[in-house]
């Protein structure tokens, strides 16, 4: 046997429809006893139909864009080869990359201090010829010189963008990143400090310059 | 409706975009109406609406069958507000203490023919979250005790319970805004 109680709690379930089997029963029962118990259900079903009549502005197809937008990217878990000409690469690509290139470069040094650590003679002299032309083409830098600015690079930076501004400014990547992301850069001869810091700090994908 | 929505679910764990479409079209308006009632801002839950069909590509796959997927969603939702609101730190509001209260059914039948809207929007927001969460379920998407105890983590006692003191709350506010005259 329900209580009023049980019953009252029931009532909205009645004003929506979802209420079936002895419950049902159990309540169309009352209200036909009820006159009290009508009229709240009269009123809750009032309730629920201006409820369900307020028009209410959704995101919709900007959302959708938004979302299908972020799958994607979230979904780049195994990227695309690069084609030869393709520079377009994520910053945390790019660090990932520069890293490596670090360790190749700091191993292929320290083999190269190791006197016939069990290395064949013609293996000491491609490690020494590998290299030099690893320095000359700039992973030297990025173990760390003199930096005339620090930067931040925003996380969505492509190598593209980044080689892009670093010409404009007139700068190279001396060393970086840190563990927090920090690049040094370097004025080149034909840069100037002043301009350079301007057009570093209007860029978009500088998320901190010093 | 709902087997519709589990073949979506089906594709979805599989990694197809399109279905992952079909269902935001299917269900982007209810849930979002539903985060919009709970947080009472319209930009975070356009953020709140994307982190859950974020979350519903994501895990796709973990979804057991064993519920209505709507069901499933709503629950994703109440719980990322929930997240928001512990952020804002305002988990428990207040109810509104109304000096002229009148819960006779007759001055409720005479506010559901008045100016239904505005008092109806003002009383849920007195109502506490868990209340207001548990009667906007109830009315905007017509759920059963049963639905929203699953979407709320909670036993089907709970939500009676909520229901019952949620709708006496709202019926009071609603009385004492005619009585009053609240236009």
Redesign the interface.
């Given at each position: 046997m329900m209580t009023r109680?049980d019953l009252?709690?029931?009532?909205?379930?009645h004003?929506?429809?979802?209420l079936e089997g002895a419950e049902l029963a159990a309540v169309d029962a009352a209200l036909q006893t009820d006159?009290?118990l009508?009229?709240?259900l009269?009123?809750?079903q009032?309730?629920?139909a201006?409820?369900?009549?307020?028009e209410?502005?959704?995101?919709?197809d900007l959302?959708?864009a938004?979302?299908?937008r972020?799958?994607?990217a979230?979904?780049a878990i195994v990227p695309a080869p690069v084609a030869a000409n393709d520079n377009v690469v994520p910053i945390a690509r790019l660090r990932i990359w520069q890293i490596a290139a670090a360790v190749v470069l700091a191993v292929g040094l320290g083999l190269n201090m190791l006197p016939d650590a069990g290395r064949a003679p013609e293996m000491e002299s491609a490690m020494s010829e590998d290299a030099a032309p690893a320095a000359e083409q700039g992973f030297a830098l990025a173990s760390g010189g003199s930096a005339d600015f620090t930067v931040i690079f925003a996380p969505d930076a492509t190598e593209a963008a980044i080689r892009a501004l670093l010409l404009e400014a007139g700068v190279e990547i001396t060393g970086g990143p840190s563990a927090l992301g920090l690049y040094g850069l370097g004025l080149l001869e034909s840069g100037r400090d002043d301009a350079a810091r301007s057009i570093l700090a209007a860029s978009e994908i500088i998320d901190d310059l010093q | 409706m709902d087997s519709d929505h589990k073949f979506l679910m089906t594709r979805i764990a599989g990694g197809d975009k399109q279905a992952l479409a079909a269902l935001y079209r299917a269900l982007e308006r209810p849930v979002y109406r539903f985060i919009v009632s709970r947080l009472n801002d319209p930009h975070e839950a356009n953020d709140i609406l994307h982190e859950v069909f974020m979350d519903v590509w994501r895990s796709a796959d973990r979804f057991e069958g064993r519920s209505k997927v709507q069901t499933w969603i709503f629950g994703i939702a109440y719980r990322k507000s929930i997240d928001v609101m512990r952020k804002r730190g305002r988990m428990d509001l207040t109810d509104e203490s109304f000096d002229m209260v009148d819960d006779s059914p007759d001055a409720v039948t005479c506010l559901a023919a008045g100016q239904e809207a505005d008092h109806v929007r003002h009383c849920l927001e007195t109502l506490k979250d868990d209340h207001k969460s548990a009667i906007t379920l109830a009315f905007y998407q017509d759920m059963t005790y049963g639905e929203i105890a699953e979407v709320a983590g909670v036993p089907e006692g709970t939500i009676k319970t909520r229901i019952f003191h949620a709708k006496k709350l709202l019926l009071r506010c609603l009385s004492g805004r005619v009585e009053r005259g609240v236009a």
């Open positions: 109680d009252n709690a029931l009532l909205p379930f004003a929506n429809g979802t006159a009290d009508r009229a709240e009269a009123a809750l009032a309730i629920r201006t409820m369900q009549s307020e209410m502005q959704s995101p919709g959302g959708l938004r979302l299908l972020d799958v994607e979230e979904s | -």
